[in-house]
Protein backbone atom coordinates (compact mmCIF):
# COMPACT_ATOMS: atom_id res chain seq x y z
CA UNK A 1 0.00 0.00 0.00
CA UNK A 2 2.82 2.45 -0.93
CA UNK A 3 0.46 6.01 -1.12
CA UNK A 4 -0.53 5.68 2.76
CA UNK A 5 0.96 8.63 4.22
CA UNK A 6 0.03 11.04 6.72
CA UNK A 7 0.85 14.63 6.57
CA UNK A 8 0.58 17.13 9.66
CA UNK A 9 -0.47 20.80 9.32
CA UNK A 10 -2.45 20.11 5.58
CA UNK A 11 -5.65 20.85 7.55
CA UNK A 12 -7.22 23.31 10.78
CA UNK A 13 -8.19 20.29 12.97
CA UNK A 14 -8.00 20.14 16.85
CA UNK A 15 -4.67 18.51 17.92
CA UNK A 16 -5.02 14.71 18.28
CA UNK A 17 -2.62 13.79 21.85
CA UNK A 18 -3.02 9.43 20.86
CA UNK A 19 -1.34 7.44 19.14
CA UNK A 20 -2.04 6.35 16.16
CA UNK A 21 -1.71 2.57 14.29
CA UNK A 22 -2.96 -1.33 15.69
CA UNK A 23 -2.75 -2.06 19.79
CA UNK A 24 -3.73 -4.77 21.71
CA UNK A 25 -4.32 -4.03 25.55
CA UNK A 26 -6.90 -3.52 28.10
CA UNK A 27 -8.14 0.86 29.27
CA UNK A 28 -9.77 -1.12 32.61
CA UNK A 29 -8.92 -3.58 34.54
CA UNK A 30 -9.42 -3.66 38.32
CA UNK A 31 -8.13 -0.55 39.42
CA UNK A 32 -5.71 -0.51 36.87
CA UNK A 33 -5.40 1.32 33.61
CA UNK A 34 -3.14 -0.99 30.74
CA UNK A 35 -3.86 1.59 28.10
CA UNK A 36 -1.87 5.05 29.04
CA UNK A 37 -2.63 7.92 29.41
CA UNK A 38 -5.42 9.32 32.00
CA UNK A 39 -7.66 7.06 33.38
CA UNK A 40 -11.74 7.53 33.39
CA UNK A 41 -13.76 8.05 36.96
CA UNK A 42 -17.68 8.32 36.45
CA UNK A 43 -18.79 11.81 37.37
CA UNK A 44 -15.50 13.21 36.97
CA UNK A 45 -13.90 12.54 33.37
CA UNK A 46 -10.98 11.76 32.49
CA UNK A 47 -7.84 12.10 35.63
CA UNK A 48 -4.28 12.02 35.77
CA UNK A 49 -4.24 8.83 38.18
CA UNK A 50 -0.40 7.56 37.63
CA UNK A 51 -0.95 5.09 40.21
CA UNK A 52 -3.92 3.15 38.19
CA UNK A 53 -1.49 3.27 35.16
CA UNK A 54 -0.02 -0.22 34.59
CA UNK A 55 1.96 -2.11 31.96
CA UNK A 56 2.72 -4.51 29.37
CA UNK A 57 6.45 -5.86 29.33
CA UNK A 58 8.12 -7.80 26.50
CA UNK A 59 8.94 -11.14 27.57
CA UNK A 60 10.37 -12.70 24.75
CA UNK A 61 10.05 -14.01 21.25
CA UNK A 62 9.52 -17.49 20.30
CA UNK A 63 9.26 -16.77 16.59
CA UNK A 64 10.68 -14.29 14.46
CA UNK A 65 10.83 -14.59 10.47
CA UNK A 66 9.93 -14.02 7.03
CA UNK A 67 9.88 -16.36 4.11
CA UNK A 68 7.56 -17.77 1.11
CA UNK A 69 5.54 -14.59 1.73
CA UNK A 70 4.33 -14.01 4.85
CA UNK A 71 5.94 -12.25 7.48
CA UNK A 72 5.66 -13.81 11.78
CA UNK A 73 6.44 -12.25 14.84
CA UNK A 74 5.18 -14.49 17.93
CA UNK A 75 5.94 -12.37 21.21
CA UNK A 76 5.58 -13.48 25.15
CA UNK A 77 4.25 -10.55 27.48
CA UNK A 78 3.10 -10.30 30.60
CA UNK A 79 0.73 -7.93 32.58
CA UNK A 80 0.93 -5.67 35.64
CA UNK A 81 -0.54 -3.28 37.57
CA UNK A 82 1.07 -0.17 38.86
CA UNK A 83 2.63 -1.98 41.68
CA UNK A 84 4.52 -4.56 39.12
CA UNK A 85 2.47 -7.64 40.27
CA UNK A 86 2.02 -9.92 37.25
CA UNK A 87 -1.78 -10.39 36.83
CA UNK A 88 -1.90 -11.98 33.28
CA UNK A 89 0.33 -13.82 30.73
CA UNK A 90 0.06 -13.55 26.64
CA UNK A 91 1.22 -15.22 23.71
CA UNK A 92 0.49 -12.94 21.15
CA UNK A 93 1.28 -14.03 17.28
CA UNK A 94 1.44 -11.40 14.03
CA UNK A 95 1.77 -12.45 10.52
CA UNK A 96 1.51 -10.46 7.70
CA UNK A 97 0.35 -12.64 4.61
CA UNK A 98 -1.56 -12.63 1.15
CA UNK A 99 0.45 -9.69 -0.26
CA UNK A 100 -1.13 -8.60 -3.57
CA UNK A 101 0.20 -5.73 -5.84
CA UNK A 102 -2.25 -6.09 -7.92
CA UNK A 103 -5.57 -5.44 -5.87
CA UNK A 104 -3.28 -3.24 -3.45
CA UNK A 105 -4.13 -5.04 -0.53
CA UNK A 106 -2.38 -6.82 2.36
CA UNK A 107 -3.73 -8.47 5.29
CA UNK A 108 -2.24 -8.86 9.22
CA UNK A 109 -3.77 -11.63 11.18
CA UNK A 110 -3.56 -10.66 14.88
CA UNK A 111 -3.61 -13.74 17.31
CA UNK A 112 -4.28 -13.40 21.39
CA UNK A 113 -4.21 -15.76 24.18
CA UNK A 114 -3.99 -13.81 27.61
CA UNK A 115 -4.03 -16.24 30.84
CA UNK A 116 -5.04 -14.85 34.45
CA UNK A 117 -2.14 -15.75 36.75
CA UNK A 118 -4.00 -13.80 39.74
CA UNK A 119 -6.06 -16.11 42.55
CA UNK A 120 -8.86 -13.49 41.65
CA UNK A 121 -11.34 -13.23 38.53
CA UNK A 122 -9.61 -10.55 36.17
CA UNK A 123 -12.70 -8.19 34.41
CA UNK A 124 -11.91 -6.79 31.77
CA UNK A 125 -14.27 -3.32 31.21
CA UNK A 126 -14.35 0.20 29.53
CA UNK A 127 -15.19 3.69 30.19
CA UNK A 128 -18.64 2.67 29.30
CA UNK A 129 -18.95 0.17 31.80
CA UNK A 130 -17.64 2.48 34.00
CA UNK A 131 -19.95 5.14 33.24
CA UNK A 132 -19.54 6.83 29.86
CA UNK A 133 -21.94 6.22 27.02
CA UNK A 134 -20.05 5.49 23.36
CA UNK A 135 -16.72 4.27 24.58
CA UNK A 136 -16.45 0.87 25.29
CA UNK A 137 -12.91 0.58 23.49
CA UNK A 138 -10.89 -2.34 24.91
CA UNK A 139 -8.79 -4.88 23.35
CA UNK A 140 -7.44 -4.61 19.63
CA UNK A 141 -8.35 -1.13 18.62
CA UNK A 142 -6.81 1.17 15.74
CA UNK A 143 -6.84 4.65 15.60
CA UNK A 144 -6.46 6.36 12.05
CA UNK A 145 -4.36 8.76 10.72
CA UNK A 146 -5.74 12.69 10.98
CA UNK A 147 -6.31 12.96 7.58
CA UNK A 148 -8.98 9.98 8.19
CA UNK A 149 -11.64 12.20 10.27
CA UNK A 150 -14.87 11.66 8.28
CA UNK A 151 -14.16 8.76 6.84
CA UNK A 152 -16.57 6.30 6.09
CA UNK A 153 -17.50 3.16 7.99
CA UNK A 154 -19.25 0.23 6.46
CA UNK A 155 -20.72 -2.80 7.67
CA UNK A 156 -22.77 -6.09 6.43
CA UNK A 157 -25.77 -4.45 6.96
CA UNK A 158 -25.50 -0.61 8.36
CA UNK A 159 -22.83 2.18 8.06
CA UNK A 160 -21.86 5.36 9.67
CA UNK A 161 -21.33 6.16 13.17
CA UNK A 162 -24.65 4.21 13.38
CA UNK A 163 -22.23 0.85 13.62
CA UNK A 164 -20.91 2.22 17.10
CA UNK A 165 -22.22 -0.94 19.72
CA UNK A 166 -23.57 -3.11 16.92
CA UNK A 167 -22.08 -6.91 16.04
CA UNK A 168 -21.07 -7.89 13.04
CA UNK A 169 -18.38 -9.94 11.32
CA UNK A 170 -16.88 -7.48 9.76
CA UNK A 171 -16.50 -3.88 9.50
CA UNK A 172 -14.60 -1.52 7.08
CA UNK A 173 -13.34 2.23 7.42
CA UNK A 174 -12.22 3.94 4.55
CA UNK A 175 -10.57 7.32 4.55
CA UNK A 176 -8.54 9.98 1.82
CA UNK A 177 -5.14 10.49 2.21
CA UNK A 178 -3.35 14.12 2.96
CA UNK A 179 -1.70 15.07 -0.47
CA UNK A 180 -2.20 12.33 -2.10
CA UNK A 181 -5.30 12.46 -4.07
CA UNK A 182 -6.22 9.33 -3.12
CA UNK A 183 -7.98 6.77 -0.30
CA UNK A 184 -7.10 3.81 1.83
CA UNK A 185 -9.33 0.76 2.99
CA UNK A 186 -8.85 -0.81 6.22
CA UNK A 187 -10.89 -4.22 6.63
CA UNK A 188 -11.38 -6.14 10.01
CA UNK A 189 -12.81 -9.06 10.80
CA UNK A 190 -13.51 -11.92 13.84
CA UNK A 191 -11.77 -15.34 13.12
CA UNK A 192 -15.03 -17.73 13.02
CA UNK A 193 -13.91 -19.07 16.44
CA UNK A 194 -13.85 -15.82 18.18
CA UNK A 195 -17.81 -16.49 18.61
CA UNK A 196 -18.39 -12.92 18.55
CA UNK A 197 -22.58 -12.79 18.41
CA UNK A 198 -22.11 -14.91 22.17
CA UNK A 199 -24.57 -17.46 20.48
CA UNK A 200 -22.33 -20.28 21.66
CA UNK A 201 -21.03 -19.23 25.09
CA UNK A 202 -18.25 -16.92 24.63
CA UNK A 203 -18.60 -13.57 25.71
CA UNK A 204 -20.04 -11.30 22.97
CA UNK A 205 -17.86 -8.43 20.79
CA UNK A 206 -19.45 -5.42 19.52
CA UNK A 207 -18.13 -3.00 16.83
CA UNK A 208 -16.34 0.45 18.91
CA UNK A 209 -16.97 2.64 15.59
CA UNK A 210 -16.60 6.16 14.95
CA UNK A 211 -14.96 8.92 12.66
CA UNK A 212 -15.11 11.90 14.34
CA UNK A 213 -13.17 13.48 16.47
CA UNK A 214 -11.05 10.93 14.98
CA UNK A 215 -11.01 7.91 12.83
CA UNK A 216 -11.23 4.58 15.37
CA UNK A 217 -12.07 0.85 14.95
CA UNK A 218 -12.09 -1.56 17.75
CA UNK A 219 -14.23 -5.41 18.04
CA UNK A 220 -14.31 -4.83 21.85
CA UNK A 221 -14.43 -7.05 24.25
CA UNK A 222 -16.37 -4.80 26.70
CA UNK A 223 -18.78 -2.49 24.77
CA UNK A 224 -21.58 -3.11 27.32
CA UNK A 225 -20.26 -5.40 29.59
CA UNK A 226 -16.97 -6.20 31.47
CA UNK A 227 -15.58 -9.60 30.05
CA UNK A 228 -14.31 -12.07 32.58
CA UNK A 229 -11.87 -14.45 32.99
CA UNK A 230 -11.36 -16.38 36.10
CA UNK A 231 -7.95 -17.60 37.87
CA UNK A 232 -6.12 -20.27 34.98
CA UNK A 233 -8.55 -19.68 32.33
CA UNK A 234 -7.34 -18.21 28.55
CA UNK A 235 -8.24 -15.64 26.48
CA UNK A 236 -8.12 -16.33 22.73
CA UNK A 237 -8.83 -14.02 20.33
CA UNK A 238 -8.26 -14.21 16.43
CA UNK A 239 -8.57 -10.96 14.43
CA UNK A 240 -8.10 -10.30 10.68
CA UNK A 241 -6.98 -6.51 9.00
CA UNK A 242 -6.66 -5.99 5.30
CA UNK A 243 -4.70 -2.64 4.05
CA UNK A 244 -6.24 -1.94 0.67
CA UNK A 245 -5.51 0.95 -2.37
CA UNK A 246 -8.69 2.55 -2.85
CA UNK A 247 -12.40 3.25 -1.74
CA UNK A 248 -14.07 -0.10 -1.05
CA UNK A 249 -17.80 -0.34 -1.38
CA UNK A 250 -19.81 -2.77 0.10
CA UNK A 251 -19.88 -4.61 -2.66
CA UNK A 252 -15.77 -4.57 -2.88
CA UNK A 253 -15.45 -6.33 0.64
CA UNK A 254 -15.09 -10.18 -0.36
CA UNK A 255 -11.88 -10.44 1.08
CA UNK A 256 -13.38 -13.20 3.92
CA UNK A 257 -14.57 -15.43 1.20
CA UNK A 258 -11.69 -15.58 -1.02
CA UNK A 259 -9.56 -15.53 1.48
CA UNK A 260 -10.25 -18.07 4.33
CA UNK A 261 -8.97 -18.78 8.06
Same mark, same amino acid.
Given at each position: ????????????????????????????????????????????????? $???????? %??????????????? &????? !?? %? $????????????? &??????????????????????????????????????????? =? !?????????????????? +???????????????????????????????????? +???? /???????????????????????????? =??????????????????????????????? =???? /???
Amino acid at each position: MGSVTCRRGMRRVPPIRWHEGLSLTASHLPGANLWGGNSYVHGRGYLEL $PERVGSMR %HAGFAEARAEGGRAV &IAERL !TR %H $PYDGELWAEEERR &IEVHDVEPESGSWALTWTTAVTDRRAQPLRFGSPTTAGRELAG =Y !TGLFWRGPRAFRAGRITG +PEGEGPAMMGMQAPWLAFCGEHDGSDGHGTLLFAHA +PDNG /HTGARGAHPAHWFARNEPFAAVAPSWAC =YEELELAPGDTLRRRYRVVVADGAWERADVE =YPEA /HPW
